[in-house]
């Protein structure tokens, strides 16, 4: 599942540094500090409508320009958006481990719930 609020923060940081504004800046525009502009960015917070708008006005752009989603989040497995922010050997391997482990857990309900559906057919008769 896609996190729109990642979305439109990760478009709003494009735009920022594509038009070589600060994040103080945004908040200055927004009436607000910015310590809640950073919250906004980092997905901690939340970004209103109205907001949206008037960071929408400020940059420029239609709305709909920061709400796109892009092909960089066509990738909505967990440990795939993971594993391109981990730093150390360690914790690409365990992701890894993590990430076989969930496609083991898939496959057997798969199957389990194959199995059910058959016996059901068999027992019918």
Same mark, same amino acid.
């Given at each position: 599942m896609?996190?729109?609020? !990642? %979305?439109i923060a990760g478009n709003i940081l494009e735009l920022l540094k594509k038009q070589n504004k600060k994040q103080t800046e945004l908040a200055g525009a927004l009436g607000t500090n910015k310590q !809640? %502009?950073?919250?906004?960015?980092?997905g901690m917070r939340t970004i209103s409508a109205a907001e949206l708008k008037a960071i929408a006005e400020y940059?420029?752009?239609?709305?709909?320009e920061l709400t796109k989603i892009s092909s960089r989040h066509a990738d909505t497995n967990v440990v795939h958006a993971f594993m391109?922010?981990?730093?150390?050997?360690?914790?690409?391997q365990?992701?890894?481990?993590a990430d076989e482990l969930s496609d083991m857990i898939l496959f057997h309900r798969r199957v389990r719930e194959n199995g059910n559906a058959m016996m059901d057919?068999?027992?019918?008769d």
């Open positions: 896609i996190d729109m609020n !990642t %979305v !809640t %502009v950073n919250k906004m960015l980092n940059l420029g752009v239609k709305m709909e391109g922010k981990v730093q150390s050997e360690h914790a690409k365990a992701l890894q481990i057919a068999w027992g019918d």
